[in-house]
């Protein structure tokens, strides 16, 4: 082999690839040193930095080389789809579960609390605490003004989200073995939070359809693929797939809703491809616009979907359609609209008719809250349009636009259209002034059409270029350079907090040193194996010690009532839970022993010589009468136990 030939590899890559790449890198070697905060935003909304620690970093960079390293051999080694889509898909959970060990020791309590914090989400949240059988649903502007302070995003939404959990409710409601299994395995995260007690083991158990959204997420690749391969082929389609799982907004906002939008909105793509791909689709646009009309119901933030779609039907007769040998009417795009428009307001028109708010009233009150964050305009033309392309990635972003460009200026030829269509939607969406901020979340769902337009555009430029059979290792550059930006952001920035209303479960305090041994059984749940009683001061401070027999979902209270050496109970009991609150019964794992200490006052003129206290547990603080059974050591069965005698000195 000559000199020449050992360096062939290199000159066949296109120099725009190799420039790409060079300059991907750079950016992220800048974010990760923050060596630039500006790129973090500013002018009322920044990202803060924060690196997480380099041994934490190591799951994540190690299962990036692990999936770039499986694409490749992939892409080397079959033609068959299956296998992409599948490894494509175990890279989405996968990279998604790491970058949550960045900052998380547990992923499914991570998981677990996004989907349960209104701070975060707040679907679940408002699924649990609207009064669906009550008609409370009716007036959703009225739940969105009173759900504000507990969930913001709630507050800009209409009611579809909170209406699925909802019906996830109903439906493990209806299964009450099933919804108790689901709840009794995530109770050990949220043990000690009295509202998240308060929810039913439906409402509990409904919470893991959010937990499982890095698995939901990654069903995008399908879609994906077929829209993708619809539109330029199957090596498109795979560059596609490969690169999704690399996408830094995917997988640093695992957890939330925003990650399962990309399926919804590319499964409204396909659909609306297939329809145009009929002499009469008015079938498949109706289901594109039914889907369409569900995705509005769920979120405003969806809605600019609609111009994406709109542009590409209207380019696509323009450049295509018009200029076949039996071109359609003019009146096919109106057509396509009018199908897809009629079957989107389907899903507004049985909530009109059901008594629900009109989505006007609705869309005034989300943006009364929603344009009340204040963000000067003419900055954040560029903040909006920046995050979401670094979020995306900028190695496709820039291919994209390129593409996209070009195509722009050859407007008199047929053509692909994705591109063009997706800038001129884009275009629009960022002169509105309507986004807030955090794009790359928000308009996450148009990523995989900056994938999709870049994959076609990159194939096309490597044709151009004769570089057709460096493909594949242009590709795994540009992968390459992704990875880098996707594990630079999710190293140095802590997208999502959860605030102060979902916090760690406790410590177990341990058990309590006592000298009297103990043996009363609580509902066949929790007894008590031991206590002491030390009287000074006007009080008797009863230390008591339990043991937990099963895991128990309801925060139980206790009462101590003080009797007199002549048998006469005092007035008032001592009503309270375990470690004042801090480590409810909930939190009690079997087997454990929990010890407590809680202070009983004697009165002023309290007699001398043997008392007894009266110990009792219940369920409802509102009803102490309702005492749990207690099995006593002989056998019998009662509902308090007797503690004594406890000796007070004659003063």
């Known amino acids: 082999m000559s000199t020449e030939d050992k360096f062939a590899l290199p000159r066949r890559i296109s120099r725009f690839t190799l420039i790409l790449v060079e ?26 930095y924060e690196p997480a620690p380099l041994a934490r970093a190591v799951p994540l960079i190690v299962g990036t080389g692990v999936y770039l390293v499986g694409a490749w051999l992939l892409v080397k080694r079959t033609r068959r789809a299956a296998p992409v889509l599948i490894w494509s898909a175990i890279g989405v959970v996968a990279l998604s579960l790491a970058v949550l060990l ?68 109903a439906l493990l409601g209806a299964a009450p073995g099933v919804a108790e299994l689901l709840h009794r395995s995530l109770l050990p995260y949220q043990c000690h939070n009295f509202m998240l007690l308060a929810y039913s083991s439906a409402e509990w158990a409904s919470a893991w359809f959010g937990i499982l959204m890095p698995l939901w997420a990654s069903l995008a690749v399908l879609p994906l693929y077929g829209v993708a391969r619809r539109l330029g082929g199957m090596e498109s389609a795979r560059r596609a797939v490969m690169m999704w799982p690399l996408v830094p907004a995917l997988v640093m906002f695992g957890g939330t809703w925003n990650t399962l939008y990309p399926l919804l909105s590319l499964t409204t793509f396909w659909l609306l491809l297939v329809g145009l791909d009929r002499p009469c689709g008015a079938a498949w646009f109706a289901a594109s616009g039914l889907l369409m009309g569900l995705m509005s119901f769920a979120n405003f933030s969806l809605v600019p979907l609609v111009g994406l779609l709109g542009f590409y039907t209207l380019l696509y007769y323009l450049w295509n359609e018009r200029r076949t040998a039996a071109p359609p009417p003019w009146t096919r795009p109106l057509l396509v609209g009018l199908w897809f428009g009629a079957a989107l307001s389907v899903p507004w028109i049985i909530h009109a008719l059901a008594g629900g708010s009109s989505p006007f009233d609705i869309l005034r009150t989300a943006f009364g809250w929603h344009l009340a964050l204040d963000r000067p305009y003419l900055p954040w033309l560029w903040m909006h349009s920046w995050e979401w392309l670094l979020m995306t990635g900028i190695p496709p972003g820039v291919v994209w636009l390129m593409g996209a460009w070009r195509r722009l200026r050859r407007w008199r030829e047929s053509g692909p259209v994705l591109g063009a269509a997706l800038l001129l939607a884009m275009v629009v969406l960022i002169l509105s002034g309507t986004a807030r901020g955090e794009t790359g979340r928000v308009w996450l769902f148009f990523s995989p059409f900056v994938l999709i337009a870049a994959a076609g555009e990159a194939d096309h430029r490597e044709g151009e270029v004769g570089d057709n059979g460096n493909t594949d290792l242009s590709g795994a550059l540009m992968n390459l350079s992704q990875a880098a930006l996707m594990i630079a952001l999710a190293v140095s920035w802590p997208v999502i907090g959860l605030g102060d209303s979902i916090t760690p479960p406790p410590q177990p305090p341990g058990g309590a040193e ?33 043991q937990a027999d099963a895991t128990m979902t309801t925060p139980y209270w206790f009462s101590a009532l003080l009797v007199a050496p002549n048998g006469a109970p005092l007035l008032e009991a001592v009503v309270w839970q375990p470690l004042a609150t801090r480590y409810p019964t909930t939190c009690w794992r079997p087997g454990e022993q929990v010890g407590d200490t809680v202070t009983l006052p004697l009165p002023s003129d309290a007699a001398p010589g043997e008392w007894w206290i009266s110990l009792a547990a219940f369920a409802d603080p509102n009803d102490a009468l309702d005492r749990l059974p207690v099995r006593l050591p002989d056998g019998a069965t009662d509902t308090q136990v007797g503690l004594g005698p406890v000796t007070v000195p004659d003063r």
């Open 23 to 48: 300059v991907s890198l750079l950016l992220a070697l800048i974010l990760a040193l923050d060596l630039q905060p500006f790129l973090r935003g500013g002018l009322g909304w920044q990202w803060s």
């Open 102 to 169: 960045l900052r998380a020791d547990d992923v499914l309590y991570e998981l677990f609390a996004r989907t349960v914090s209104g701070l975060v989400t707040g679907p679940h949240l408002a699924g649990a605490q609207v009064d669906w059988a009550g008609g409370e649903w009716r007036d959703w502007p009225a739940v969105m003004r009173a759900i504000f302070q507990q969930s913001g995003h709630v507050a800009l939404s209409p009611p579809g989200l909170p209406m699925w959990y909802g019906l996830l409710n």
């Open 514 to 546: 006592v000298s009297q041994p103990a043996d009363a059984v609580f509902a066949e749940s929790f007894r008590l194996v031991g206590w002491d009683a030390r009287v000074g001061d006007q009080r008797v401070v009863l230390t008591l010690n339990w």
